[in-house]
Protein backbone atom coordinates (compact mmCIF):
# COMPACT_ATOMS: atom_id res chain seq x y z
CA UNK A 1 0.00 0.00 0.00
CA UNK A 2 0.92 3.72 -0.88
CA UNK A 3 1.55 5.73 1.69
CA UNK A 4 -0.45 8.60 0.37
CA UNK A 5 -3.35 7.07 -1.99
CA UNK A 6 -4.89 9.50 -4.23
CA UNK A 7 -7.08 8.99 -7.37
CA UNK A 8 -5.28 10.04 -10.42
CA UNK A 9 -8.95 11.88 -12.08
CA UNK A 10 -8.32 13.18 -14.43
CA UNK A 11 -11.54 14.89 -12.79
CA UNK A 12 -13.34 16.92 -16.00
CA UNK A 13 -15.40 19.24 -14.66
CA UNK A 14 -17.41 22.63 -15.98
CA UNK A 15 -16.41 26.23 -14.73
CA UNK A 16 -18.54 26.56 -11.55
CA UNK A 17 -18.82 22.96 -10.53
CA UNK A 18 -17.85 21.91 -6.88
CA UNK A 19 -15.47 19.43 -7.08
CA UNK A 20 -14.29 16.90 -4.11
CA UNK A 21 -10.69 15.11 -3.99
CA UNK A 22 -10.17 12.73 -1.79
CA UNK A 23 -6.49 11.54 -0.18
CA UNK A 24 -5.85 8.20 2.07
CA UNK A 25 -2.15 8.16 4.29
CA UNK A 26 -1.32 5.17 5.89
CA UNK A 27 1.08 6.20 8.99
CA UNK A 28 -1.59 7.02 12.29
CA UNK A 29 1.75 8.82 13.53
CA UNK A 30 1.74 11.91 11.12
CA UNK A 31 0.77 15.07 12.06
CA UNK A 32 1.07 17.82 9.66
CA UNK A 33 -1.01 17.91 6.19
CA UNK A 34 -1.34 19.64 3.30
CA UNK A 35 -2.76 20.06 -0.59
CA UNK A 36 -0.26 21.08 -2.75
CA UNK A 37 -0.92 22.62 -6.18
CA UNK A 38 1.37 22.24 -9.36
CA UNK A 39 0.71 23.26 -12.65
CA UNK A 40 1.62 21.46 -16.06
CA UNK A 41 5.76 21.49 -15.44
CA UNK A 42 6.21 23.79 -12.84
CA UNK A 43 7.27 23.52 -9.19
CA UNK A 44 4.45 22.53 -6.32
CA UNK A 45 3.22 25.51 -4.59
CA UNK A 46 1.61 25.03 -1.15
CA UNK A 47 -2.19 25.96 -1.55
CA UNK A 48 -3.26 24.82 2.17
CA UNK A 49 -2.17 23.42 5.05
CA UNK A 50 -5.25 21.31 6.57
CA UNK A 51 -5.91 21.67 10.30
CA UNK A 52 -7.79 19.16 12.70
CA UNK A 53 -10.92 21.02 12.90
CA UNK A 54 -10.93 21.72 8.65
CA UNK A 55 -10.27 25.35 7.68
CA UNK A 56 -11.65 26.93 4.76
CA UNK A 57 -9.53 29.63 1.96
CA UNK A 58 -11.84 31.16 -0.11
CA UNK A 59 -13.71 28.73 -2.75
CA UNK A 60 -11.33 25.82 -0.73
CA UNK A 61 -11.99 23.46 1.87
CA UNK A 62 -10.14 20.71 3.36
CA UNK A 63 -11.31 18.36 5.97
CA UNK A 64 -9.26 15.80 8.20
CA UNK A 65 -10.10 12.55 9.36
CA UNK A 66 -7.85 11.19 11.39
CA UNK A 67 -9.76 7.76 12.75
CA UNK A 68 -9.62 7.23 8.79
CA UNK A 69 -6.50 8.58 8.09
CA UNK A 70 -8.45 10.47 5.33
CA UNK A 71 -8.33 13.85 4.37
CA UNK A 72 -10.06 15.99 1.17
CA UNK A 73 -10.20 19.02 -0.80
CA UNK A 74 -13.39 20.62 -1.86
CA UNK A 75 -13.25 23.63 -4.45
CA UNK A 76 -16.65 25.31 -4.86
CA UNK A 77 -17.20 27.46 -8.06
CA UNK A 78 -14.71 26.24 -10.20
CA UNK A 79 -13.02 28.27 -12.04
CA UNK A 80 -10.69 27.39 -15.75
CA UNK A 81 -7.73 28.61 -13.28
CA UNK A 82 -7.79 25.59 -11.12
CA UNK A 83 -7.03 23.15 -13.26
CA UNK A 84 -4.32 21.81 -11.82
CA UNK A 85 -2.56 18.83 -10.00
CA UNK A 86 -3.75 18.84 -6.33
CA UNK A 87 -1.33 16.93 -4.60
CA UNK A 88 -1.79 15.73 -1.16
CA UNK A 89 1.39 15.83 1.40
CA UNK A 90 1.37 14.01 4.70
CA UNK A 91 4.66 14.26 7.30
CA UNK A 92 6.22 10.73 7.90
CA UNK A 93 4.86 9.79 11.26
CA UNK A 94 6.92 12.25 13.58
CA UNK A 95 9.65 13.30 11.15
CA UNK A 96 9.76 16.17 9.04
CA UNK A 97 9.72 14.30 5.87
CA UNK A 98 7.01 15.03 3.77
CA UNK A 99 5.41 12.02 1.76
CA UNK A 100 3.57 13.12 -1.75
CA UNK A 101 1.01 11.32 -3.07
CA UNK A 102 1.14 11.16 -6.86
CA UNK A 103 -1.46 14.34 -7.68
CA UNK A 104 -5.26 14.33 -8.91
CA UNK A 105 -5.50 16.20 -11.85
CA UNK A 106 -8.62 19.00 -12.66
CA UNK A 107 -9.59 20.08 -15.80
CA UNK A 108 -11.73 22.97 -15.32
CA UNK A 109 -13.62 23.18 -19.06
CA UNK A 110 -15.50 26.40 -20.18
CA UNK B 1 12.32 38.64 -2.37
CA UNK B 2 13.92 36.11 -4.06
CA UNK B 3 12.83 32.36 -4.38
CA UNK B 4 14.51 29.46 -4.41
CA UNK B 5 16.66 29.19 -7.66
CA UNK B 6 17.77 26.26 -9.36
CA UNK B 7 20.57 25.89 -12.00
CA UNK B 8 20.83 24.81 -14.56
CA UNK B 9 16.68 24.57 -15.73
CA UNK B 10 17.18 21.82 -18.34
CA UNK B 11 20.53 19.48 -18.74
CA UNK B 12 20.82 16.81 -21.21
CA UNK B 13 23.68 14.22 -20.72
CA UNK B 14 25.03 11.16 -22.19
CA UNK B 15 24.97 8.04 -19.83
CA UNK B 16 27.83 7.41 -17.50
CA UNK B 17 28.52 11.56 -17.02
CA UNK B 18 28.49 13.02 -13.96
CA UNK B 19 26.41 16.09 -13.61
CA UNK B 20 25.84 18.92 -10.92
CA UNK B 21 22.72 20.47 -10.06
CA UNK B 22 22.88 23.80 -7.76
CA UNK B 23 20.02 25.10 -5.32
CA UNK B 24 19.81 28.49 -4.17
CA UNK B 25 17.30 28.67 -1.17
CA UNK B 26 15.60 31.87 -0.16
CA UNK B 27 17.62 33.80 2.11
CA UNK B 28 17.10 32.93 5.88
CA UNK B 29 15.45 29.53 5.53
CA UNK B 30 17.45 26.92 7.36
CA UNK B 31 16.06 23.87 6.05
CA UNK B 32 16.75 22.46 2.85
CA UNK B 33 15.68 19.34 0.45
CA UNK B 34 15.92 17.80 -2.45
CA UNK B 35 13.12 16.05 -4.17
CA UNK B 36 12.99 14.10 -7.50
CA UNK B 37 9.97 13.55 -9.80
CA UNK B 38 9.59 11.16 -12.78
CA UNK B 39 7.57 11.98 -15.22
CA UNK B 40 3.67 11.61 -14.13
CA UNK B 41 4.31 10.79 -10.60
CA UNK B 42 4.63 12.46 -7.01
CA UNK B 43 7.71 13.74 -5.43
CA UNK B 44 10.36 11.16 -3.78
CA UNK B 45 12.51 12.63 -1.08
CA UNK B 46 16.29 12.38 -1.40
CA UNK B 47 18.04 14.53 1.17
CA UNK B 48 17.53 16.69 4.46
CA UNK B 49 20.28 19.48 5.59
CA UNK B 50 19.32 21.38 8.59
CA UNK B 51 21.65 24.27 9.42
CA UNK B 52 25.00 22.79 10.30
CA UNK B 53 23.53 19.19 11.58
CA UNK B 54 24.23 15.84 9.43
CA UNK B 55 22.21 15.66 6.56
CA UNK B 56 19.52 13.34 6.24
CA UNK B 57 20.07 11.01 3.07
CA UNK B 58 18.24 8.31 3.70
CA UNK B 59 16.46 8.69 0.53
CA UNK B 60 19.56 8.97 -1.63
CA UNK B 61 18.99 6.13 -4.59
CA UNK B 62 22.06 4.85 -4.55
CA UNK B 63 25.94 6.10 -3.98
CA UNK B 64 26.12 7.52 -7.26
CA UNK B 65 23.85 10.42 -5.54
CA UNK B 66 25.07 12.54 -3.56
CA UNK B 67 24.89 16.02 -1.95
CA UNK B 68 26.28 19.06 -0.33
CA UNK B 69 25.40 22.27 1.39
CA UNK B 70 27.60 24.79 3.12
CA UNK B 71 25.85 25.72 6.54
CA UNK B 72 22.58 27.84 5.29
CA UNK B 73 23.67 28.54 1.75
CA UNK B 74 23.78 26.75 -1.72
CA UNK B 75 23.30 23.14 -2.32
CA UNK B 76 24.48 21.03 -4.78
CA UNK B 77 23.36 17.79 -5.88
CA UNK B 78 25.95 15.65 -7.73
CA UNK B 79 24.59 12.59 -10.26
CA UNK B 80 27.49 10.08 -10.98
CA UNK B 81 27.74 8.00 -13.93
CA UNK B 82 24.53 8.84 -14.87
CA UNK B 83 21.70 5.95 -16.09
CA UNK B 84 19.19 6.41 -17.79
CA UNK B 85 16.73 5.95 -14.87
CA UNK B 86 18.22 9.14 -13.94
CA UNK B 87 15.87 11.12 -16.06
CA UNK B 88 13.59 13.00 -14.00
CA UNK B 89 12.57 16.87 -12.67
CA UNK B 90 14.93 17.37 -9.64
CA UNK B 91 13.46 20.03 -6.91
CA UNK B 92 14.53 21.92 -4.11
CA UNK B 93 12.77 23.22 -1.72
CA UNK B 94 13.65 25.30 1.55
CA UNK B 95 11.35 26.33 4.66
CA UNK B 96 11.94 28.39 7.56
CA UNK B 97 12.88 26.56 10.09
CA UNK B 98 13.08 23.33 11.49
CA UNK B 99 10.55 20.79 11.48
CA UNK B 100 8.70 20.51 14.88
CA UNK B 101 6.40 17.50 15.53
CA UNK B 102 2.50 19.35 14.16
CA UNK B 103 4.40 22.02 12.55
CA UNK B 104 3.04 23.43 9.22
CA UNK B 105 5.69 25.00 7.98
CA UNK B 106 5.85 25.70 4.25
CA UNK B 107 8.36 24.49 2.13
CA UNK B 108 8.81 26.70 -1.21
CA UNK B 109 10.15 24.87 -4.36
CA UNK B 110 12.27 25.96 -6.79
CA UNK B 111 11.34 25.60 -10.47
CA UNK B 112 13.73 22.58 -10.43
CA UNK B 113 16.20 21.14 -12.85
CA UNK B 114 14.94 18.58 -16.06
CA UNK B 115 17.48 16.17 -16.67
CA UNK B 116 17.18 14.05 -19.70
CA UNK B 117 20.17 11.34 -19.71
CA UNK B 118 20.34 9.47 -23.11
Not at chain 1, 36 to 62: H, I
Request: net charge positive.
Amino acid sequence: RKEVEQDPGPFNVPEGATVAFNCTYSNSASQSFFWYRQDCRKEPKLLMSVYSSGNEDGRFTAQLNRASQYISLLIRDSKLSDSATYLCVVNNGSSYKLIFGSGTRLLVRP
Amino acid sequence: GAGVSQSPSNKVTEKGKDVELRCDPISGHTALYWYRQRLGQGLEFLIYFQGNSAPDKSGLPSDRFSAERTGESVSTLTIQRTQQEDSAVYLCASSLRFYRQGDHNEQFFGPGTRLTVL
